[in-house]
């Protein structure tokens, strides 16, 4: 059954006190992996896809990496302001349809 | 910046009544979606549309809901006879092409009493 997990649930940092997320995943055929920051009563924000396996990206204090069987969200000194739902999802096969984890919140103290 | 719009941002209705929500996609997209999220529980897939048909479905997609793009900019979701586990927010998102990345909007928070 194609699963996507993360973990963990919910995390509490310090402000600047460095971090990851993880999503692991179980489909076949992996087209993308997908983060997405989601605020309280908020719709997902997009931050980044990933298609293949080694590939990384970065954003501000955000880097994501793909496995081929997680990703991890990397948040390097955090500030209060990224405090939020960090949402993983996979798209895989012939469809569209995005398959989403159950979240991570994250909370970052100053 | 483009962006998904849904409207209305609130609905609350009584159990058995027709409710629309309503999004208008990025202008440029041709593939759009509908999600919800029941409250502390993951997003789910409903419904893809594309050229004007669904292209896919999932199983809460039953006969009491539908979908409609009614003119050049917006898409609907309707719900003909509101269950109390309707209760959800609901999220519209579009792409350019199915491969692409999907935008959502802020939602629509569904209230069934």
């Known amino acids: 059954e194609d699963q996507v997990t993360q973990s963990p649930e919910a995390l509490r940092l310090q402000e600047g006190e460095s971090s990851s997320l993880n999503c692991s995943y179980t489909v076949s055929g992996l087209r993308g992996l997908f983060w997405y920051r989601q605020d309280p009563g908020k719709g997902p924000e997009f931050l980044f896809t990933?298609?293949?396996a080694g590939e990384e990206k970065e954003k501000e204090r955000l880097k994501a990496t793909l496995t081929k069987k997680e990703s991890f969200l990397h948040i390097t000194a955090p500030k209060p302001e990224d405090s939020a739902t960090y949402l993983c999802a996979v798209q895989h096969g012939n469809t569209d349809k995005l398959i989403f984890g159950t979240g991570t919140r994250l909370q970052v103290f100053p | 910046e483009p962006e998904v719009t849904q409207t209305p941002s609130h609905q609350v209705t009584q159990m058995g009544q027709e409710v629309i929500l309503r999004c208008v996609p990025i202008s440029n997209h041709l593939y759009f979606y509908w999600y919800r999220q029941i409250l502390g529980q993951k997003v789910e897939f409903l419904v893809s549309?594309?050229?004007?048909?669904?292209?896919?479905k999932s199983e809460i997609f039953d006969d009491q809901f539908s979908v409609e793009r009614p003119d050049g900019s917006n898409f609907t979701l309707k719900i003909r006879s509101t269950k109390l586990e309707d209760s959800a927010m609901y999220f519209c998102?579009?792409?350019?092409?199915?491969?692409?990345?999907?935008?959502f909007g802020p939602g629509t928070r569904l209230l069934v009493l």
């Open positions: 998102a579009s792409t350019g092409t199915g491969q692409e990345t999907q935008y």
């Open positions: 990933l298609y293949s």
């Open positions: 549309f594309y050229n004007n048909e669904i292209s896919e």
